[in-house]
């Protein structure tokens, strides 16, 4: 023993001082406040809440009583916090938006999905649900242990019976020291499958349990996207994290239009601050395709998402959606519960189900026994009964001369004495020393009402007494019998699963399973706004885009010394490509372009043209088409246009050119015949399959040159001939090409009259 000194003063490390109190806080926090307990999946405000309601009697189909008198009793009883923490508690259990299966019926306002918080406690009232009454049934058949309250005036539950599997039922979260929980809520109907199953089988595998409870049921309903095998590794594991989804729907409007419509938003999601982050989403333009969305709930939720166009794909809205906002979330799973009330362990599947398995077996026998102590006191008081009315000459007379009843019924030992109404052979003589009336039966007898010494009571006594001794034997051979026992729990387990499970409308399953599928990725396009604009390039470089089709032979400003060079048509969404005389492709935006106030931006501080390269042509990129390009030199090759397209400032090189030449032309390959013409007027008609088509490289010769090069070329339908502008504007067309076909890189012919001076097919 250590001396206490007489100043009352003990010296102590700080190390060890601290870490003494602070375990004895983790403990207490751990086992009294944050982690449920897995037999009847309550931490204890929540059951000293629902047994205080019980001491109330609110029963299911009995009156409310207001919360502020419920939370008084909770706090001044058992549970000496704050009667807000209390009342917060006690309000959660009445909401159907975070609870599987309510145990608390509230009267008034108790909050609702949008995040509002429950009216003050003075205003609502409450009472038990019918699965609260599940949980506490049998609380006074000895089925638990009792403990003394935090004043040792009361005495509480240690822990509920618990018919069904409530931690899994309806779920559970909460912080302690050092460790946490989170579980969500289940269907009961699967859980019971699942609890029948694993008395059938204990070994059963936990992938075929799964089979039975194939994930959680939330209820606020959505989808599930997990694959199969995630869930069962969380399962498994008792860690991991489940994809829940909203529930949506695509609800036509007429006339080609469309707008989503939410019905079901993932658990524990707020509905007014998803609303709020949808609406961030428009006002920052992170989802340019969404439009408007719309709170239309009522009792019900209604979520409207309108889109920005109607030829949006509702997919890939959602998909933007969902990786942006929480409709859709991840909900985490960690089994953390304590075991027998003492051992924090995170658990799989099968060990929380297994633990509840065996609580109710310790229950069901508690009960049983309990039972048996009722009959056997009951079978003693009956004998004595009966030892009465077959003696009930003799009783009275004790009863009414002798100065101590009691005493004197206990030292009588009865004989043959029979009532006149009885006869002989109705009476079975005790065994020697057997005759004696114990001290109970002897109360019992005194304290008999007089209006029962008729004769029919004797025979029903005795019917009562049969009763009793076949209800003891039965008994008797259940605590004697493990497959009795499991057998009398699956049977209790069905009749919850009738009262709760998926028959019934509470019961029926919520959260849908789906298929994720691949996230959508949105295209650039996809994420801009579409509008018709005009491209309009100088012949300095400078570009610039007008809103709108404005017609292109319009009048435009420019520079002193620039003029018009390129104008066409095009969208926001467009992607404009720049072929330059160095041979490169470079990429532009058109909704990147500046705007057409002014005289617009040179080229070259979009990407990176050299200033001794000239622009060759600016054109729309399209995908899937095919485009010629060629060098003054006469050389060129066919190349697809995605294989152009670049990703980065510096273009992308296609045309690969030698010292002192330049790139000519691209053209987009539209019919099946190549025309070109040199700078020599000669003129060469041949397929456009005899040019190969390549991704880089300096490609072939077109036309075979003696002096010059290249002049422009085109593409062709040979059935309809060649056409081409004249001087004046006018259109002639060559019907008759014969004379200028032949093959790749020859020399070609003389072109026909009146093909224009400069070369050109216009």
């Not at 949008?114 to 609502?124: E, K, L, M, V």
């Not at 004697?480 to 998926?502: M, N, P, T």
């Not at 697809?640 to 030449?661: C, F, H, I, M, P």
């Amino acid at each position: 023993m250590t001396e206490i000194p007489e100043n009352g003063l003990t010296s102590e490390s700080l190390s060890r001082a601290i870490g003494a109190r602070y375990l004895q806080y983790a403990l207490s926090t751990i086992m009294h406040r944050a982690l449920p307990d897995a037999r009847d999946g309550l931490k204890p405000v929540h059951r000293r809440i629902l047994y205080a309601m019980r001491e109330l009697r609110l029963a299911s189909n009995g009156g409310f009583r207001k919360s502020a008198k419920i939370t008084g009793d909770v706090m001044g009883n058992y549970h000496p916090h704050g009667d807000a923490a209390i009342y917060d508690a006690m309000a959660r259990l009445a909401q159907d938006f975070a609870m599987r299966y309510m145990l608390v019926d509230g009267q008034g306002n108790f909050g609702n999905i949008d995040g509002d918080n429950p009216a003050a406690a003075r205003y609502t009232e409450a009472r038990m649900t019918a699965v609260a009454e599940a949980l506490l049934e049998g609380l006074d058949e000895d089925s638990v242990d009792f403990r003394p309250n935090y004043d040792g005036t009361l005495r509480e539950p240690v822990v509920l019976p618990a018919a069904f599997p409530n931690l899994l039922a309806n779920g559970s979260s909460g912080i302690a020291v050092g460790m946490a929980t989170n579980i969500p809520p289940h269907n009961i109907g699967e859980l019971v499958s699942g609890c029948l199953a694993l008395i059938d089988n204990p070994d059963l595998p936990d992938d075929e349990l799964v089979g039975h409870i194939p994930g959680p049921d939330f209820p606020t309903g959505g989808l599930l996207v997990d694959e199969g095998q995630a869930i069962r590794d969380a399962y498994r594991t008792g860690r991991g994290s489940f994809r829940l989804r909203a529930r949506w729907e695509k609800e036509d409007l007429g006339r080609g239009n469309w707008q989503i419509v939410v019905r079901e938003i993932p658990y524990q999601v707020a509905k007014s601050k998803l609303i709020e982050k949808l609406a961030e989403l428009i006002q920052l333009k992170k989802v340019p395709i969404l439009a408007d969305v719309r709170d239309e709930s009522a009792e019900d939720v209604r979520i409207v998402l309108e889109p920005r166009s109607r030829t949006v794909d509702p997919e890939m809205l959602m998909g933007q959606l969902y990786r942006n906002s929480d409709l859709e979330i991840r909900f985490a799973l960690n089994m953390n519960v304590l075991i027998d009330g003492k051992t924090p362990k995170v658990c799989s599947l099968k060990e929380v189900l297994r633990a509840f398995l065996d609580h109710r077996r310790d229950v069901l026998q508690r009960r049983s026994r309990h039972r048996m102590e009722k009959i056997d006191h009951r079978l003693e008081v009956l004998e004595g009964f009966i030892i009465a009315y077959l003696n009930l000459d003799r009783v009275i007379d004790i009863i009414r001369y002798d100065d101590d009843p009691k005493a004197a019924l206990m030292r009588e030992v009865w004989g043959r004495t029979f009532p006149r109404a009885l006869s002989e052979k109705d009476y079975v003589p005790p065994a020697p020393g057997e005759g004696e009336l114990t001290e109970v039966q002897a109360e019992a007898i005194l304290n008999m009402r007089l209006r029962s010494l008729r004769r029919l009571e004797e025979m029903e006594l005795r019917r009562e007494r049969d009763a009793l001794m076949t209800e003891r034997a039965e008994l008797e051979l259940l605590l004697g019998s493990d497959r009795r026992q499991w057998k009398r729990i699956g049977e209790e387990l069905r009749k919850v699963a009738i009262a709760f499970g998926g028959d019934t409308p509470a019961g029926r399953r919520r959260t849908g399973f789906a298929v994720a599928g691949e996230m959508v990725e949105i295209s650039a396009e996809a994420m801009i706004e579409r509008e018709p604009v005009t491209v309009i390039c100088s012949r300095m470089g400078w570009v610039r885009a007008l809103k709108g089709h404005v017609a292109l032979d319009a009048e435009q400003k420019f520079k002193d010394g620039d003029g018009p060079r390129f104008a066409f048509h095009a969208e926001t969404t467009d992607k404009i490509l720049l072929f330059g005389a160095n041979g490169r492709f470079y990429t532009l935006s058109a909704v990147a372009l500046p705007g057409g106030r002014g005289m617009g931006e040179p080229v070259r501080l979009m990407v990176d043209l050299p200033n001794d390269a000239e622009i060759v042509d600016l054109m729309i990129f399209r995908p899937g088409e095919r485009l010629i390009v060629a060098s003054d030199a006469g050389d060129g090759f066919v190349v697809a246009s995605d294989e152009v397209l670049a990703q980065t400032r510096a273009g992308k090189a296609v045309l690969t050119l030698a010292d002192g030449v330049r790139a000519k032309l691209v053209r987009k390959v539209a019919g099946d015949h190549v025309a070109v013409v040199g700078d020599n007027r000669k003129l060469l008609v041949f397929p456009v399959v005899q040019i190969p088509e390549m991704q880089r490289g300096k490609g072939v010769r077109l036309q075979k040159f003696k002096d010059g090069g290249l002049s422009d070329l085109t593409t062709l339908q040979l059935a309809q001939g060649l056409s081409w502008k004249d001087p004046a504007g006018r259109t002639r067309t060559e019907p008759d090409l014969s004379e200028w076909l032949a093959h790749r890189a020859t020399a070609g012919r003389m072109a026909p009259r009146g093909f224009p001076r400069d070369n050109t097919f216009g």
